[in-house]
């Protein structure tokens, strides 16, 4: 196990390694030269432009470039953003607790429909319940988020005005706050539910017909104890898993429905990013993005390991 | 890949003839007599089976509706995509336009059925490039095994952490300018290349799943006995990955494929619904919602014709997969 963790740790690195110059090598090899794009920039004043041209060594040929890059980046310099003037580092920080918060509690709420839902869904195949369920999963599979969005714009704020469809980073209070967060929040949350019903539906099909769970029933016991503790403990192994590598996928996901109600989070510095070539901005969080996949992909897999004693890693 | 992949009924049918060039006479007369006993081949029944899932025959009609109506339906539909006329702005739906009109009077039926095509050709063509490229990558690990095989994985694996979503985005926004230049000088349509680079990207981030499956289905299925015997009559080493194995894994891949259609089709939306696939002076489902989503007061309708199109697309394409899935599984059959 412990050479495992060192083996997959190892893995890791040399794989955000290769990341990082994959992305970097995209951005520097592109046409319009968006590294130095910021010398034509007029946002840019003149004395960071010379900063940043230093500290990059723009007129050094790429794999000098990116020497540098990696090595302020490893010390912690993220350098400064060319459209807000402010440290990339605190930039992200100040935008990403509303990533944090809108996607933390959809993700929270998908997982709180999808477990007993899909559950259910197993227990009873076939039934009117079931079949309920998996057609509205499939049908929010199959409906993209960007639409449902705005669906939900049209019905609640366009026609009944119960809900602003403005994110106001501003406003203060608890209730205006939940007001405006509800439309996002069940749009990525509904979105999640219809992913992980899927899988708890297909995983608790696979355990509940198992002999232990027989055995369970065999024994006398009640029909909750069997189901809550035998197989749904058993069934929710996978699905821990795939919880955890959806984790990194929420910040993706986050890019559209933060255009979508303009909410000033990490997705919409992304958009932005991207629109003025802030390159450092840009860097960031897509090199940041990347560290979460390959971090949570180790953490499914310590996770299982963890949760399943079946799984033994050599 | 230059060798002919053989996906036709035969080669994946029950192997009667032999595989080598000359096919002995008497082999020929039993394949004859079997004919006339009105077999029944593999994708007869997988047709068989399909035709019973209702929801997939559903999704199989909308969807082949579609292709029709955005391919067919753009040539007969009288309105053009371009006619601007402002005193027809943000019109609602009426008898003339009978989807309403966009900010600029344009008709939004008529862009609807001439940008599906985009969409449409978007989803199928990228797709076809992550089947390709993990087929090929998938089929060579699995087959040869060793150092190709392992290399080939360690890149299957640094593909799959890649950072999805900010790398479709930086790549399409950075190089769609250079991509429609060059193809506007080299061709004369700048749309194309700026498809040709959609295209590109969407299939170079996705074919990681095929591979893994084609790598699994390849590693299990060259052990087979019937592989051995094909090996040992002399087959070449193309003919047994290309004839013998890959008929036989082609199911999952099948099914794969479908699904990835649909999701080809929502990650372009998603691109020009951000500003950063198809320019909006060109129509496609994404860039018409693109377009769309600062006049929800004023025009609703702009944005949910094409976001039904693109649901209802993406839905019949998730149900025929469904339906797919169930009708090429063995176990099911007969």
């Known amino acids: 196990m412990g050479r495992y963790l060192i083996r997959r740790v190892l893995i890791s690195i040399v794989s955000l390694i290769a990341i990082s110059m994959v992305v970097f090598g995209i951005l520097a090899i592109a046409p319009g030269d968006p590294l130095s794009g910021f010398a034509q920039n007029p946002n840019v004043p003149p004395e960071l432009r010379a900063q940043i041209r230093h500290k990059m060594g723009l007129d050094d040929p790429i794999p000098v470039q990116y020497a540098k890059w990696a090595t302020s980046y490893m010390r912690g310099d993220w350098m400064v953003s060319y459209t807000s003037r402010m440290p990339v580092r605190d930039y992200i920080m100040q935008r990403l607790p509303v990533t944090i918060r809108i996607s933390g509690s959809a993700f929270i709420l998908g997982i709180l429909i999808a477990i007993p839902i899909g559950a259910i869904s197993a227990i009873k195949q076939y039934s009117l319940f079931d079949q309920v369920a998996t057609t509205f999963a499939f049908l929010g599979f199959s409906i993209p988020t960007f639409f449902s969005g705005i669906l939900l714009i049209i019905i609640f704020s366009v026609k009944l005005g119960w809900l602003p469809f403005v994110y106001d980073s501003e406003v203060t209070g608890f209730w205006p706050n939940v007001k405006q967060s509800i439309m996002p929040v069940f749009v990525l949350g509904l979105a999640s539910a219809a992913q992980l019903t899927r899988f708890m539906r297909a995983s608790m099909l696979e355990v509940i017909s198992q002999d232990f769970v027989r055995t369970a029933r065999s024994k006398g016991l009640r029909e909750r104890a069997v189901v809550v503790f035998h197989a749904m403990r058993n069934a929710m192994i996978p699905v821990v898993t795939i919880i955890a590598l959806q984790i990194p996928e929420l910040f993706g996901g986050a890019v559209i429905t933060e255009q979508i109600f303009r909410i000033p989070g990490i997705g919409r510095a992304l958009i932005d990013g991207i629109g003025s070539k802030d390159v450092p901005v840009v860097m960031a969080i897509t090199f940041g993005i990347a560290v979460l996949v390959v971090v949570f992909n180790v953490v499914a897999d310590l996770a299982y390991a963890l949760l399943d004693p079946r799984i033994r890693y050599a | ?334």
Do not use: C
């Not at chain 2, 009667?16 to 004859?32: D, Q």
């Not at chain 2, 009077?105 to 992550?130: E, F, K, P, Y």
């Open chain 2, 1 to 334: 890949m230059t060798q002919r992949v053989d996906v036709g009924p035969a080669a994946a049918g029950p192997r009667l003839e032999s595989t080598g060039p000359v096919e002995p006479a008497v082999e020929r007369a039993t394949a004859i007599d079997f004919r006339t006993q009105k077999q029944r081949s593999l994708w007869g029944n997988a047709w068989r089976q399909f035709r019973r899932h209702k929801l997939a025959m559903a999704g199989l009609v909308v969807f082949t509706f579609m292709v029709l109506a955005t391919f067919i339906g753009s040539a007969i539909y009288p309105q053009a995509i371009d006619d601007i006329d402002f005193s027809a702005s943000s019109g609602s739906l009426s008898r003339e336009h009978p989807m309403g009109t966009d900010s600029l009077g344009q008709d939004i039926l008529a862009r609807i059925l001439w940008g599906g095509r985009i969409s449409l050709a978007v989803g199928i063509v990228s797709a076809v490039v992550a089947l390709v490229v993990g087929t090929s990558v998938g089929a060579v690990a699995g087959f040869f095994g060793g150092v190709a095989d392992s290399a080939l994985m360690r890149f299957t694996d640094l593909f799959i952490s890649l950072p999805q979503i900010p790398l479709l985005l930086v790549v399409s926004f950075l190089y769609r300018q250079a991509f429609y230049n060059y193809f506007d000088k080299r061709f004369g349509s700048g749309v194309l290349g700026v498809f040709v680079l959609i295209v590109f990207v969407i299939g170079i981030l996705n074919w990681m799943p095929t591979a893994r499956l084609v790598r699994a289905s390849f590693l299990s299925t060259r052990e087979k006995e019937f592989i051995e015997a094909a090996r040992s009559i002399g087959a070449s080493q193309p003919s047994l990955m290309f004839r013998h194995i890959l008929p036989n894994v082609l199911s999952p891949i099948i099914v794969a494929a479908t699904l990835g259609v649909g999701a080809a089709i929502i990650t372009e939306s998603a691109l020009s619904f951000l500003g950063l696939g198809f320019p909006s002076d060109i129509p496609t489902w994404g860039s018409m919602l693109y377009a769309a989503k600062d006049r929800f007061e004023i025009a609703p309708q702009e944005a949910i014709f094409p976001g039904t199109m693109i649901f209802l697309t993406v839905l019949s394409i998730n149900y025929i997969g469904d339906g797919l899935r169930d009708a090429l599984d063995p176990r099911k059959t007969l």
